[in-house]
């Protein structure tokens, strides 16, 4: 009975690689987010998406990619990773666009 | 720029004792506040939402906010070692109809309760 989840928790990977991340959320909410949270711990919006309407952070790199096959879904398809993608993703849903549900979060290692 | 201060900390407390954390924001538009409790390894988990100025009172934690200020606190009283963790503020400049923009996070305090 989760209500955002995330997988996979942890994914390690060699530099250069194409990687996804999932994340579903069964509250019916109508939008989805995702956040990074560097080493420093400091969380910052990526994107977000809300009736097909995907809102880009403009120092997000287009190496990063949202993908939403349906409401409840919305996955991270990352090109090309380099070391500084390294961090703990985390997607959060919210029902009108205020109060935010984050998932368990993916722990990123680009080695 | 939004941007969202806090003190990094650590901030130590005895146990039992009022713990008081503190916010500044910039963004004058700003219309809803929350506080997050991070424990390490894990993640943020929704404490309190603010909407006007003055008090707000939950079980043992109180959000103050005060707009003219651009000022959002968070008390925490008859502090508890299971408090212990890292608080993040967060702002959001819209308070319904959007808000798609995401929150603006400050890099969180982090809460040390001594026993």
């Known amino acids: 009975d989760t209500a955002v989840s995330q997988t996979p928790k942890y994914l390690v990977t060699q530099m250069g690689n194409d990687k996804s991340i999932k994340c579903e959320q069964n509250?019916?909410?109508?939008?989805m987010y995702w956040y990074k949270q560097d080493s420093k711990k400091f969380l910052k919006i990526m994107f977000s998406?809300?009736?097909?309407?995907?809102?880009i952070n403009e120092t997000v790199p287009n190496r990063f990619s949202p993908k939403s096959p349906d409401k409840a879904h919305l996955n991270l398809h990352i090109n090309s990773l380099e070391l500084g993608d390294s961090a703990v993703y985390f997607c959060?849903?919210?029902?009108?666009?205020?109060?935010?549900?984050f998932g368990p979060g993916t722990r990123l290692t680009v080695l | 720029q939004k941007e969202v201060e806090q003190n990094s900390g650590p901030l130590s407390v005895p146990e039992g004792a009022i713990a008081s954390l503190n916010c500044t924001y910039s963004d004058r538009v700003s219309q809803s506040f929350f506080w997050y409790r991070q424990y390490s390894g894990k993640s943020p988990e929704l404490i309190m939402s603010?909407?006007?100025?003055g008090d707000k009172e939950d079980g043992r934690f109180t959000a103050q906010l005060n707009k003219a200020s651009q000022y959002v606190s968070l008390l925490i009283r008859d502090s508890q070692p299971s408090d212990s963790a890292t608080y993040l503020c967060a702002v959001n400049p819209l308070y319904s109809g959007g808000g798609a923009d995401g929150l603006t996070f400050g890099k969180g305090t982090h809460l040390i309760i001594q026993p």
């Open positions: 603010i909407y006007s100025n």
């Open positions: 509250l019916g909410h109508d939008t």
């Open positions: 959060a849903s919210s029902p009108e666009g205020d109060t935010q549900y």
């Open positions: 998406y809300n009736n097909k309407e995907l809102i």
